[in-house]
Nanobody, 118 residues
Framework: QVQLVESGGGLVQAGGSLRLSCAAS????????MGWYRQAPGKQRELVAT???????RYTDSVKGRFTISRDSAKNTVYLQMNSLKPEDTAVYYC????????????WGRGTQVTVSS
């Protein structure tokens, strides 16, 4: 089995910073991409950022210049450094990974709450 475990969410004031982490474990041969999505109340889940094994990093426009995604391939871990947080960044943040080796390909974490107060 494969598991994704997120950490690092919490409550922060507008303008503050948080760092999310997501570690993948289990039957992993390789990871093609890892990323972060978020879902605010009453809204659909949306892409925040993705980092492939090869290719370009992608960010949604609303976080460009404020968020940075990075990856430690040796630890099967992806990070999301979030700076200059805004109340509209409030959401549950989900880790996603495209993994070769487990029983399926597309894996999700359980999510971590990020709340930004004004």
């Amino acid at each position: 089995q494969v598991q994704l475990v997120e950490s690092g969410g919490g409550l922060v004031q507008a303008g503050g910073s948080l760092r999310l982490s997501c570690a993948a474990s289990g039957s992993i041969f390789s990871i093609n991409a890892m990323g972060w999505y978020r879902q605010a109340p009453g809204k659909q889940r949306e892409l925040v950022a993705t980092i492939p094994s090869a290719g370009r990093i992608r960010y949604t426009d609303s976080v460009k210049g404020r968020f940075t995604i990075s990856r430690d391939s040796a630890k099967n871990t992806v990070y999301l450094q979030m700076n200059s947080l805004k109340p509209e960044d409030t959401a549950v943040y989900y880790c996603n990974a495209l993994i070769i080796g487990g029983p399926k390909y597309d894996y999700w974490g359980r999510g971590t709450q990020v709340t930004v107060s004004s």
